[in-house]
C-alpha cells in the first residue's frame, strides 16, 4: 500500500483518477448464458427490424456508483448467427438508473429468435460512502473508496436472457439491466489502518424486451440529464448529449411539459436539461417532460448526485457549505477535466428549488420544504454553477440547488392512512447515507431518527412492484425525500420490488485492480484535508 497526501483541490483528484484509469485500461469478452426453454423455429421471419437498447440496473443503496466501459454488444440467433448492437465503446453510470432507464443505442438487426448475447467491457468500478466516527480530539473522516478492474475476468462477468428474445415488427426495444447488489463483492466500504480490502467485481447482467416489463412501464426514461447540441422549432426534434455521453434525437409535441422555460422556442444550444422520454410506436423517442433548472450558458457546470456534507463555512468565511457526490457530471468542469467526483460549493447565494417531476406537494399531509437550513445528508440533488474554475481559491458558488427524485431500498414495518396516502414507515439499511451520515458532527440539519423514513403513496404513484407492501416486505421506492423537522419523508412517485443482498462470487485472484480512497477531515470546514491510497506496483 503506498499512500501519498495532496490539497484538496479536485483537479488532483480527478487527475489522479484519470491516470490511473488509463493505465489500467483494458479490455474483455465475455460470452452470456442462454435460457433453458427450448425456442420456436427460426421461420416466418423477414426484413430488419430497429432495435433500442436501454441500460438500466437493479440496486440497493449500498454503493453510490457503479460504472462501466460496453465496448460492444452483440446478439446470437439459435442457427449461430451472430449480429452487432454495439460497435463504438459507451461507458455509463447505473446507480443512478436504479428503477429506471436511459437508451444506449439503436440498430436495425435481422427479425428472428435470438437466444444468446455476447458483449465486451473494459474499466469497470464502484464507489462506496462511509463515516469514520470521531475519536477523542480526532474528528474523524468521512471516505469515499472507489474500487476497479482494469479489466475484468471472462468467468466474472455473465448476462442471461430470461427467456429467447423474438425480434419482429419495425421496432421493439431491450433492456439490458445490470443487477448491482450482485455484481460487487466488498467486506467493508473502508478497512482501517491503511488495509486493502479484498473486493470482486463481477458484472451481472439480464437482457429483455421492454414490453416484458410491466408492459414496457417497468423502465420509465426519467430524469436524464443532457446538453443540447442543436434544435429544430419548426419540426420540434431535439439533438442532446446525455451526461453518461451518448448522442439522441428527441422529438417533442404540444403535450410536452416545460419547466423554468416558457416553451421550445425557449431553449437555446448550451442549455442542460432534466427529461423524460418515452418510446413512440415507430421507434422514436418522444420527450414528455424538459425542465431548465439553470438557464444561464456560460461556464454552466453541472453536478447530479447526493448530499455527503454539510458545513458553516468554507475556509474563507464565505458562508454556509455542502459536499456533493456527484454520479454524473456535465458542463464546463467536465469538458475541462476539473470536475471531482466530490465537489464543494458555497450556498450562501444560491436558488433552492424543489423538482416539478412531482405535481401533487401541496396535497401532502406535512408541508415539503427544501432550502439551507433543511438541507440533509443523503437528499439527492442537482448542482449548478458558473464558476470559472473549481476553486479561486474559494469553493464555487452553486447557482441552484434542486432537489430530485431518488430510489430508497428498505423494509417495510407499518402503514398508516393519512389523507388521501397510505404513509409506510420504512426501515433503512445501515449502509445507507442517511444513517451512515447522520454521525457528522458538523451539519446543518440533525435527523431525530435517520434509521426511518415514511413514504407516501397515492393514485398517482406508478406502482411497478409484483410483491405486496406489507409489514415485512422489501421495496424500492422512488421519489423526492424531504427533511421535515428532523423526520424524513418520501413522496413516492414509482414502487419497484425490493433488492435481496446477494454478494457476488468472492475474489479469485487480482485482476489488475486498483483502490482508490478519499479521505474527507471533519472539521468545522469541510474538505479540510485529503489523502488518496492505492496498492504499490
Not at 439527492?380 to 479561486?392: E, G, I, L
Amino acid at each position: 500500500m503506498t499512500e501519498r497526501a495532496f490539497s484538496s483541490g479536485a483537479h488532483s483528484s480527478s487527475l489522479l483518477f484519470a491516470l490511473l484509469v488509463f493505465a489500467l485500461a483494458g479490455f474483455i469478452t465475455f460470452t452470456t448464458g442462454c435460457s433453458t426453454s427450448k425456442p420456436p423455429a427460426q421461420t416466418g421471419f423477414g426484413g430488419n427490424t430497429t432495435v433500442t437498447v436501454l441500460l438500466s440496473s437493479t440496486a440497493n443503496d449500498q454503493f453510490s456508483a457503479f460504472g462501466l466501459t460496453i465496448n460492444s454488444l452483440s446478439l446470437t440467433n439459435r442457427l449461430g448467427n451472430t449480429v452487432s448492437l454495439l460497435t463504438n465503446p459507451q461507458g455509463a453510470e447505473f446507480m443512478h438508473l436504479n428503477g429506471l432507464s436511459e437508451p444506449l443505442v439503436s440498430a436495425s438487426i435481422p427479425q428472428g429468435i435470438y437466444t444468446s448475447a455476447t458483449a465486451t467491457i473494459g474499466y469497470a468500478y464502484f464507489t462506496c460512502v462511509t463515516d469514520i466516527p470521531p475519536a477523542g480530539s480526532d474528528p474523524g473522516n468521512l471516505v469515499l473508496a472507489t474500487y476497479a478492474y482494469g479489466a475484468t475476468p471472462d468467468s466474472q462477468v455473465s448476462v442471461t436472457l430470461p427467456s429467447a428474445i423474438t425480434v419482429t415488427g419495425s421496432n421493439m426495444g431491450l433492456v439490458l439491466d445490470l443487477a448491482v447488489s450482485q455484481s460487487a463483492n466488498i467486506g467493508s466500504c473502508y478497512v482501517p489502518n491503511g488495509g486493502l480490502n479484498p473486493y470482486a467485481i463481477n458484472p451481472t447482467f439480464s437482457m429483455e424486451p421492454l414490453s416484458a416489463g410491466k408492459g414496457g412501464q417497468g423502465y420509465p426514461e426519467s430524469n436524464l440529464i443532457a446538453e443540447v447540441s442543436s434544435l429544430d422549432n419548426a419540426s420540434g426534434s431535439i439533438d442532446v448529449t446525455l451526461a453518461d455521453g451518448q448522442q439522441l434525437s428527441v422529438a417533442t409535441n404540444n403535450s410536452t411539459a416545460f419547466q423554468g422555460i416558457s416553451g421550445l422556442s425557449a431553449l437555446a444550444t448550451g442549455m442542460i436539461i432534466n427529461f423524460d422520454i418515452v418510446i413512440q410506436s415507430d421507434g422514436t423517442q418522444l420527450a414528455t417532460r424538459i425542465a431548465v433548472p439553470d438557464t444561464n450558458t456560460i461556464d454552466l457546470s453541472v453536478l447530479a448526485g447526493t448530499v455527503i456534507q454539510t458545513g458553516p463555512s468554507d475556509p474563507f468565511g464565505n458562508g454556509p457549505t455542502a459536499l456533493f457526490f456527484g454520479s454524473q457530471q456535465q458542463g464546463f468542469f467536465s469538458e475541462n477535466e476539473e470536475a471531482a467526483e466530490a465537489m464543494p460549493f458555497i450556498l450562501s447565494a444560491t436558488n433552492f428549488q424543489i423538482s416539478d417531476t412531482v405535481s401533487h406537494l401541496s396535497t401532502l399531509p406535512f408541508v415539503p420544504s427544501f432550502n439551507n437550513t433543511t438541507l440533509v445528508n443523503g437528499e439527492s440533488a442537482y448542482v449548478t454553477t458558473h464558476a470559472p474554475q473549481p476553486f479561486d481559491p474559494d469553493y464555487p458558488a452553486a447557482s441552484t440547488v434542486t432537489l430530485e427524485p431518488q430510489t430508497i431500498d428498505g423494509t417495510i414495518t407499518g402503514s398508516s392512512n393519512a389523507g388521501g396516502f397510505t404513509a409506510y414507515a420504512i426501515a433503512l439499511a445501515a449502509y445507507d447515507l442517511f444513517p451512515t451520515l447522520a454521525v457528522e458532527p458538523v451539519q446543518t440539519a440533525v435527523l431525530t431518527n435517520a434509521n426511518e423514513m415514511f413514504v407516501y403513496v397515492d393514485t398517482n404513484t406508478k406502482q411497478l412492484n409484483s410483491n405486496p407492501l406489507v409489514t415485512g416486505s422489501a421495496g424500492r421506492f422512488r421519489g423526492l425525500v424531504f427533511n421535515d423537522n428532523g423526520i424524513l419523508r418520501m413522496d413516492c412517485v414509482q414502487v419497484n420490488d425490493g433488492v435481496s443482498v446477494t454478494a457476488a462470487a468472492a475474489p479469485t485472484g487480482e485482476a489488475a485492480n486498483v483502490r482508490i480512497e478519499r479521505n474527507f477531515r471533519k472539521s468545522g470546514q469541510i474538505m479540510h484535508a485529503l489523502t488518496v491510497k492505492w496498492p504499490a506496483d
